[in-house]
């Protein structure tokens, strides 16, 4: 989601070359990356690199997600925006033709649809899967009840269901522990965290301040206004830097450890950004210092026991 916004076309082609090199292949969007004026331009970017060839789409398992509103900003035209059968239709098509390509491996439904019933989803989804649009079907940000409801209507018609759910998991914010990740187990989906820094607030953010580096901002910074809030991440950047691991290797790599998980989502800005999430890869992390994460991040506790008062 940095392409475009943050990350020129140029730098972020030299990020997904040297991401294919190093052996990622999971390569994650959404139709709206771009924000603002430039929904879309996330996806044109990562078409332009599919173009110059050398087997790179063949190479890539190329996910994408349909459900905000492509229109400009204040229009909100009805089914131009969640998961109508004719916005999913039409989200899709215009996708392939910004990614330059013919196929999505993984197309994910950004947000739960409250207004569409699940037996119209699944019937558009399996459309796009018989004319060889999309291979899979995903979810992302769906909470434990709606994996359930998605996959079980979907068995229902016969449809193969959800195959993945991307949800907020890290460190600092645990509850998917409790319903979702327990749901995409039960129900043989992949987990892909996203934000597994939580927006920044992970990766040494009060050392970076201090040494004059780039300041918190949105959510790390909200964050570090509330004083427990603040004392907290600094015991945790004290932690790692007793053990010699820098925080935002240390975030990764615990995700790596977690039950259910597949592999969470890295959103590089930079080359360096990049070779820093592959060096979470090798990490492993010590008995000791995962019980003092888990003293310092206290998740919720395995369900249902973790319900009870």
């Known amino acids: 989601m940095n392409f475009g916004p943050q990350t020129d076309e140029a730098d972020s082609h030299a990020i997904m070359d040297a991401a294919l090199d190093a ?6 969007t959404a139709n709206v990356y771009g924000w603002g004026e430039n929904k879309g331009r996330t ?21 994408t997600k349909v459900y905000g509103n492509m229109g400009a900003d204040g229009e909100a035209w009805p089914n131009h925006d969640k998961l ?12 392939l033709k910004r990614l330059q ?42 909470p434990g009840y709606k994996i359930v409801q998605a996959n079980e ?6 449809s193969y269901g959800l195959v993945s759910e991307q949800c907020l998991y ?41 040494q004059g ?7 790390a910074a909200e964050t570090l206004a509330d004083p427990t809030a603040r004392a907290q991440i600094q015991a945790y950047e004290d932690l790692l830097d007793k053990h010699g ?28 950004q990049l070779a820093s999430a592959l060096r979470a890869v090798e990490l492993k992390l010590s008995e000791e210092l995962l019980t003092s994460l888990d003293e310092i991040f206290p998740g919720p506790g395995p369900s249902p026991e973790a319900f009870a008062w």
């Open 23 to 28: 052996g990622i292949n999971l390569f994650d």
């Open 43 to 63: 996806e044109t970017i990562i078409g332009n690199w599919f173009a110059k060839g050398g087997e790179r789409r063949d190479k890539v398992v190329l996910a």
């Open 84 to 95: 109508s059968a004719v916005n999913i239709r039409r989200a899709v098509d215009a996708s």
């Open 101 to 142: 390509t013919d196929y999505i491996d993984l197309y994910q439904f950004h947000h739960i649809d409250r207004s569409t019933p699940f037996e119209e989803i699944w019937q558009a989804i399996d459309v796009l899967v018989q004319q060889g649009k999309i291979l899979y079907a995903g979810s992302s940000n769906f």
């Open 153 to 158: 209507i979907a068995a229902r018609r016969g």
């Open 170 to 210: 890290n460190l600092a914010e645990r509850r998917a522990e409790m319903e979702v990740i327990p749901a995409a187990q039960d129900y043989g989906l992949g987990v892909i965290p996203w934000s597994p820094l939580h927006g920044g607030l992970l990766g040494g953010v009060i050392k970076k301040e201090a």
């Open 213 to 219: 580096g780039r300041r918190a901002s949105g959510r």
């Open 245 to 272: 691991v820098e925080p935002g290797e240390a975030a990764l790599a615990w995700l790596l450890t977690r039950p259910g998980v597949t592999g969470p989502i890295v959103g590089p800005r930079t080359t360096e």
